[in-house]
Nanobody, 119 residues
Framework: QVQLKESGGGLVEPGGSMRLSCEAP????????MGWYRQAPGKEREFVAA???????TYYAPFVKGRFTISRDGASAVTLQMNNLNPEDTAVYYC?????????????WGQGTQVTVSS
């Protein structure tokens, strides 16, 4: 069941930046874990970043290497700022909401937004 809405994807050149946004239908509760996952063609969906809504503690996949930042945006949205993008970051990016595990997605997903890094 899709209840989250992503926006901000598109085409960007290598080394460029892009900001993704995920809007929830209502206020996000402090017990929520908001995460970003991605799926490249022919690959499995993988964890990118997550944020514990109540504490604002953040978690990142090793491949992020300081390039991405997940943050709260008001009471009902989470953003993913991506800098120094490279072609390997090309994927459909999905927003996710869970409550129990940082690295295991919860049941609520967005429809995904395509990010293409290419010259």
């Amino acid at each position: 069941q899709v209840q989250l809405k992503e926006s901000g994807g598109g085409l960007v050149e290598p080394g460029g930046s892009m900001r993704l946004s995920c809007e929830a239908p209502g206020r996000i509760f402090s017990s929520s874990i908001m995460g970003w996952y991605r799926q490249a063609p022919g690959k499995e969906r993988e964890f990118v970043a997550a944020l514990r809504w109540g504490t604002q503690r953040t978690y990142y996949a090793p491949f992020v290497k300081g390039r991405f930042t997940i943050s709260r945006d008001g009471a009902s949205a989470v953003t993913l700022q991506m800098n120094n993008l490279n072609p390997e970051d090309t994927a459909v990016y999905y927003c996710n909401r869970g409550t129990t595990d940082i690295y295991v997605p919860g049941p609520t997903w967005g429809q995904g937004t395509q990010v293409t890094v290419s010259s």
